[in-house]
């Protein structure tokens, strides 16, 4: 309340309490509130800076505006036609195979790079048109106790060029002949397409994304 007094650049109004001046959303009468609440208007100078100065570490980013982290949304069709490009998939290079499937599975599930990082190849679920995969560890954007721990990629009929069932169905099959050969100690879905095949790091996956994206010259459509 002292910071909102220091803003004023007028004295503040009073809003006299009058019948229906705040309803109940449910019942549309008086809300019970006003039985105990004055309500009053402010006008504020909108120059915050100087007060911010005194406050605590973290107080300024809380009342700050908000600023979009997302500004801009992309155009997809592009990546598309460059990953129908990728096919068939048994005689596309591993790496070519590795990066369809990373940006297949980003764009199906809008994953997280962390998501996909975690995915698992143990215990990975084949169904008739889908696949369920563990995750080997918790995803940051959710609470511990309430974490999701599988992840299911769905087929697309329309276009296998397009499908991750199919795409994640080969991949694994052919790495697979790969692991008899050097052992994939922690068991991740993504390994790297050289030797020695091992899982790849999170920062890795964010890079085959990149150069998915760049291939094919992914730039932002609008603002949201």
Known sequence: MGVLLRLLVEDPWLIWSKRNVLLHPSSAEEHPIMRHTSLMACQLS???LEHMASWKPGTERQYSPHIKRYAAIWEVKPGLQRIRTMDPLH???LKDQSLKLVMLMALMQAARVQTLHLLMLRNIAFGEDSVSVLLGGNIKQC??????????FRAYTQ???LCVFMTMKEHIERTEKLLTE????DGKLLISYIKPYRSVSEDMVARWLKTMSDSVGLTPRGSL
């Open 159 to 161: 276009d296998n060029r």
């Open 182 to 185: 050097f052992v994939n100690a």
């Open 46 to 48: 909108g120059h915050n």
């Open 91 to 93: 005689s596309i290079s």
């Open 143 to 152: 609470k511990s106790k309430f974490n999701v721990h599988t992840i299911e």
